[in-house]
């Protein structure tokens, strides 16, 4: 099929913009043709490039992939849109009337679409989990703590906790370090601590994880130190700490800390194999589009058979919409 992905911005690194990456990679893999779209190039827009996909060129798409508001309102005479929200705070990821389905990325999203009259798919993040993998077995007793965290507060705050129980702390803001192989930083550590994709990248590396963090648009919330019992209560809300609606302090975060389990590691990297992978989570994408043709082909084949009493008719209303090369 012809595809577009297409994302307001490509410019800097990014939990969008990471998933843009890999389901462009993965669609690719799939032998799709790809292109994409977005309003602002950038470093992402030049990494996506250097896979050979192009800046959009054709007219009309059988599937379009996107991921804002904006981009859904641009793109929607050009093809079968199907929309991804990634959350509930960014006016960027409010639904567009003009997209014909809808993706939700955790269960609170999908309950804030379902609030207005949209339901939707619900499908997790996708990761590459043979980019994001395990390079290295976790230390038994925790050695080194990385901070994914967006806030400086927090980062300090994680800092001291680490000082006070003695062990390595490192962090990488995406604001300030803007690093495409985060990968490469996530095994360095053996805990990482921050909120939403960072969370799952971190897990598909066989990591322990921590959530917590301070947003502009969010308190200083946590669901703390997940594992087995608690991931899946988290994950509803995108391991965004609003699960739980914690505020934590600086003996909060090291009695989190001391919850460490290095054996939590190889549970993440499975579960993300079964629950985060891109190669299924781009399955679930094209079943939406080819449960919606099968569907439009009924259709067709209904009016046709109502409107003339023949099949035939159906047939050759077929045969037209064969030659538009929408679904091939």
């Known amino acids: 099929m012809n595809i577009l992905v297409a994302t307001n911005h490509l410019q800097t690194t990014g939990g969008t913009e990471s998933y843009t990456y890999a389901l462009i990679v993965e669609l690719i893999k799939k032998g799709h043709h790809v292109e994409y779209f977005t309003f602002e190039k950038g470093e992402v827009s030049d990494i996506i490039e250097n896979l ?38 960014n006016e960027l990821e409010k639904p567009s009337p003009k997209a014909d389905a809808y993706v939700a990325i955790s269960y609170e999203v999908q309950e804030y679409l379902l609030k207005q009259g949209i339901k939707s798919s619900l499908i997790l993040n996708g990761i590459d989990c043979n980019r994001f993998t395990s390079k290295r077995d976790l230390f038994p007793k925790l050695n080194t703590v990385l901070s994914l965290c967006q806030s400086e507060e927090a980062n300090k705050t994680i800092q001291k906790a680490c000082t006070a129980i003695n062990v390595d702390f490192i962090k990488a803001n995406k604001y300030i370090e803007n690093t495409w192989f985060i990968e490469d930083i996530i095994n360095k550590a053996d805990l990482v601590i921050g909120i939403g994709r960072s969370l799952y990248d971190a897990m598909a590396c066989g990591r322990a994880i921590i959530s917590y963090d301070s947003r502009s648009y969010s308190k200083s919330l946590g669901d703390g130190y997940l594992n087995n019992e608690n991931i899946h209560q988290s994950l509803r809300y995108n391991c965004s700490g609003r699960y739980s609606q914690k505020e934590y302090s600086f003996q909060d975060l090291i009695s989190e800390m001391n919850k460490y389990n290095f054996a939590d590691g190889q549970y993440f990297r499975d ?18 589009f080819l449960s919606r043709k099968k569907w439009f082909l009924r259709i067709i084949k ?18 037209k919409i064969n030659k538009l090369n929408i679904f091939n």
């Open 302 to 319: 209904m009016i046709a058979l109502i409107k003339h009493n023949s099949y035939w008719s159906y047939k050759v209303i077929l045969s």
């Open 271 to 288: 579960f993300s194999l079964q629950n985060l992978n891109i190669e299924i989570v781009t399955q679930k994408y094209i079943f939406i």
């Open 52 to 89: 050979g996909v192009k800046f959009r060129k054709k007219i009309f798409y059988d599937l379009i992939l996107a991921n804002h508001y904006n981009v859904v309102d641009h793109l929607h005479k050009r093809g079968f849109i199907i929309q991804t929200c990634h959350g509930i705070c």
